[in-house]
């Protein structure tokens, strides 16, 4: 469980780096549609989203290397304190302190999962993950996803990119279970390549990382990404306990700490999403 926290904790750093750089980028290039290639064709000629691109992959890596160790509802909570690294970088690239808002939000946000973590204490199920088990949740996580897509659409920032960003946790909390059964198989790696998990990962997660950049398109960084942020660990817990049996800690007061972690972890997105919409849709300013 140590080299789960630890990688887990690194990964959020590389995360939340790869999110303030791509961040940046995106704002730098013109505005395109909604899974639009040409984004990534303007992005990939942008240095500073290739950087934040090798800080995506070490992200990625140390992910992978703490889902091999925990539980997925152990390892995605973790990622939330990326928010706190985020804050930070963001702050120092744009030559200024962090605002009180962020750090407040960025603050109940950690404390919420720390403490949903200590009532809850996951621990591992399986890592052989069936289609027909699969097929219910992943089905039903999709459809969630495109509705957000649909009314992310319709609506106005800062609204379009809380609701892309929504779309994008549960894209990621799926892909998540998926890494975990990878991770279990790469032993053998033929058997990995002749299964569907790898490629259901592929298809989802490219469809989470190609809708991240539409995300960071819609304007200011604080409530998409904490958005994003608390809803990939939500995910990431219930289909861990649906899908790969992980079990959870929650007799006696253990499920009204829960409860009132999340309500805490909720509280943190609504004061970064109120600073978003007091700041306005607008990128954050280079140095």
């Known amino acids: 469980m140590i080299i789960a926290v630890g990688a887990g904790l690194a990964s959020a750093f590389f995360y939340a780096l790869c999110s303030v750089l791509q961040h940046r980028a995106a704002g730098q290039v013109p505005v395109r549609g909604t899974f ?10 942008h240095p500073v989203w290739l950087l934040g691109t090798v800080s995506d992959g070490a992200g990625l ?11 997925v509802a152990l390892v995605q909570p973790l990622l939330v304190t990326g928010l706190l690294f985020a804050v930070v970088l963001t702050a120092t690239l744009a030559h200024r ?12 946000c950690v404390a919420g999962v720390a403490a949903f973590l200590f009532a809850a204490q996951p621990a591992n199920g399986v890592s052989v993950l069936s289609w027909r088990h699969a097929l219910a949740p992943g089905v039903a996580g999709l459809l969630a996803a495109a509705v957000c897509v649909l009314a992310a659409r319709i609506l106005r920032p800062p609204l379009t990119g809380v609701l892309l960003a929504t779309a994008t946790g549960i894209l ?33 997660g490219g469809a989470g990382y190609l809708l991240s950049q539409n995300t960071f398109q819609t304007g200011s960084l604080a409530a998409p990404l904490a958005t994003l942020t608390v809803v990939d660990p939500v995910v990431s817990i219930a289909v861990g306990a649906a899908v790969l049996h992980e079990s959870l800690t ?22 970064l999403a109120r600073h978003a919409a007091a700041v306005g849709a607008t990128p954050t300013p280079g140095p």
């Open 61 to 71: 890596s140390m992910q992978a290397l703490a889902l091999g160790f925990g539980p």
């Open 172 to 204: 990621f909390g799926l892909s998540a279970a998926l890494v975990k059964v990878c991770v279990a198989e790469l032993p053998d790696v033929l058997a990995l390549l002749t299964t569907w998990p790898l490629y259901a990962l592929i298809a989802i």
């Open 250 to 271: 929650l007799d006696g007061i253990e499920p009204y700490v829960a409860g009132v972690a999340l309500v805490v972890m909720t509280a943190g997105v609504v004061v």
């Open 97 to 108: 302190r962090p605002h009180g808002s962020e750090a407040a939000g960025a603050v109940l």
């Open 36 to 45: 639009s290639p040409a984004l990534m064709l303007d992005l990939v000629r």
